[in-house]
């Protein structure tokens, strides 16, 4: 059997230099055959205070998606979604017996998989990462779980206050409009009519958008955490931008780009920086 030879080009930095990467990314590629498989884990920071958990958000990541690639190189009879309900059910059996997995704050993730043979390529996309299929047309797919964008009141109004607030505001009063946009966003996360991240319930994989595309369409897949794709979210860029920029640079110079962007910005909405992970496979 001839190999098909795949580029991969993946780039993973931690928001503060003093604090773990929550980010998780790999790429399994068999030595035999024209099959792979993608696994991004972005892990989600809980708010100060107790999460009933003694382990750590990377903790969580790097054992979620070593599941994750495992299963989906071993399993090639499991569906993605099948596949990220064993690999939570699998994580949570390994501390269920040490942390309370019913605190809403316990460790979790969002999810991007693919797996791809001489045939087809397969997607999950669950929560904020982002998969960008570039298909051999030129045309480009960004595929997302839009439930963030579409969650209900008062978190628009809040999100656009935020946005609206004037740049000479007062740190205090900036830094409260965000606390309380923040939290009516947490008051949603796993819930019916909010969005969801991967945790301890394997029912949560039969929200995941999926699907799949005929290997011979596909070009590329470019994975994306919400670190990275700031560069569209925050600084107006395009996903076309983002591909292009990355195909030609490498994804080095677009975790480089938003973190001068973010440097750049004097008053930043949350956080200055966060965890920014991009992976460019070339099928």
Not at 63 to 88: F, K, Q
Not at 124 to 151: C, F, K, M, W
Not at 162 to 181: G, I, K, N, S
Request: charged share 25%; net charge negative; glycine share 8%.
């Amino acid at each position: 059997m001839q190999t098909v030879p795949v580029h991969i080009d993946l780039t993973t930095e931690p928001g503060a230099p003093d604090h773990p990467n929550e980010d998780y990314c790999s790429v399994a590629l068999p030595a035999l055959g024209h099959g792979g498989c993608l696994v991004l884990l972005d892990g989600v920071t809980p708010p100060a205070g107790d999460d009933g958990c003694v382990h750590s958000v990377h903790w969580f990541t790097a054992r979620l998606g070593g599941a994750l690639g495992e299963l989906s190189v071993s399993r090639r009879d499991m569906t993605l979604e099948e596949i990220l309900a064993e690999g939570v059910a699998r994580t949570a059996e390994a501390h269920s017996s040490t942390c309370d997995l019913s605190h809403p704050r316990t460790p979790q993730a969002t999810v991007v998989l693919a797996r791809w043979d001489e045939e087809s390529v397969q997607h999950l996309v669950l929560s904020d990462s982002t998969l960008l299929l570039e298909r051999a047309d030129g045309a480009l797919v960004p595929v997302q779980d839009e439930r963030l964008d579409t969650l209900p009141s008062p978190v628009p109004e809040l999100r656009a206050a935020v946005r609206a607030l004037p740049d000479h505001t007062p740190l205090p009063q900036r830094e409260a409009a965000v606390r309380e946009y923040m939290d009516a966003v947490e008051s949603l996360r796993n819930t019916d009519e909010g969005f969801h991240t991967a945790a301890a319930d394997p029912a949560v994989a039969r929200l995941a958008v999926t699907g799949s595309t005929p290997r011979a369409d596909l070009r590329s897949l470019t994975a994306l955490t919400d670190g990275a794709t700031r560069w569209v979210d925050r600084f107006g860029g395009t996903w076309a931008g983002t591909l292009d920029l990355v195909r030609t640079r490498g994804t080095a110079h677009l975790v480089q780009a938003v973190r001068d962007l973010e440097h750049a910005v004097p008053y930043p909405r949350g956080k200055r920086h966060d965890d920014a992970t991009a992976v460019h496979v070339v099928l």
